[in-house]
């Protein structure tokens, strides 16, 4: 089955840098994009982009260019998001999700990793 | 961006009731008649959970008391016959526009 499982709870100092990974598995990892999206407590959802793990090519979220990398080793079917110069306002769950086929139309989001808490505190 | 507008943001609802759910985008989301809105459902400690895409196609698995509808900018997400399961935060997202948006989301409670 469709499995998405993602790295552990993260607790960082503002400027410091952090990796969440999302390893993939039950499924084609080459034919469907993953996405990445977080929470930030009490609030919506946040959309910050996208990766093909095909070919690698990355769309960002207007407001993450620049503070986020996305990145994905075919090898162990991971994804990636590097979060650089964190500020307490990026204190959020993140997730990241299955979009339909590389191929395919559309960017609904169906199946989830569990979410990694990412805490940005001095 | 497009802006994803959801109203009521919190509504009580008896047991065996139904909930409405509207949700407003600021462009339309209509092309090629399809309607690029999805729905999900948000619980404490649990990731996303697709309900709805291309507006009223129900994802494999959800009960057919999740129902929805709309076209353009005007969205709705019914719920007939409310469980106590169903106690949860809804959003719709557009997927036409990059950036992809939420809306702020929506409680129901019982």
């Known amino acids: 089955q469709v499995q998405l499982v993602q790295s552990g709870a993260e607790v960082k100092e503002p400027g410091a840098s952090v990796t969440v990974s999302c390893q993939t598995s039950g499924y084609s990892f080459s034919s469907y994009f993953i996405h990445w999206v977080r929470q930030a407590p009490g609030q919506g959802l946040d959309w910050l982009g996208l990766?093909?793990?095909?070919?690698?090519?990355?769309t960002y979220g207007q407001y993450f260019q620049g503070g986020v990398t996305m990145t994905r080793d075919k090898s162990t079917k991971t994804v990636y998001v590097e979060l650089r110069n964190l500020r307490y306002e990026d204190t959020a769950m993140y997730y990241c999700a299955r979009g339909p086929g590389v191929s395919a139309d559309g960017a609904f989001l169906d199946y989830w990793g569990q979410g990694t808490p990412v805490v940005v505190s001095s | 961006d497009v802006v994803m507008t959801q109203g009521p943001d919190s509504l009580a609802v008896s047991l065996g009731e139904r909930a409405t759910i509207n949700c407003k985008s600021s462009r339309s989301l209509l092309y090629n008649s399809k309607n690029y809105l999805a729905w999900y459902q948000l619980k404490p400690g649990q990731p996303p959970r697709l309900l709805i895409y291309w507006a009223s196609t129900r994802q494999s698995g959800v009960p057919d008391r999740f129902s929805g509808s709309g076209s353009a900018t005007d969205f709705t997400l019914t719920i007939t016959g409310l469980q106590a399961d169903d106690a949860a935060l809804y959003f719709c997202q557009q997927y036409y526009f990059s950036p992809y948006t939420f809306g702020q989301g929506t409680k129901v409670e019982i």
């Open positions: 990766i093909n793990p095909s070919n690698g090519r990355i």
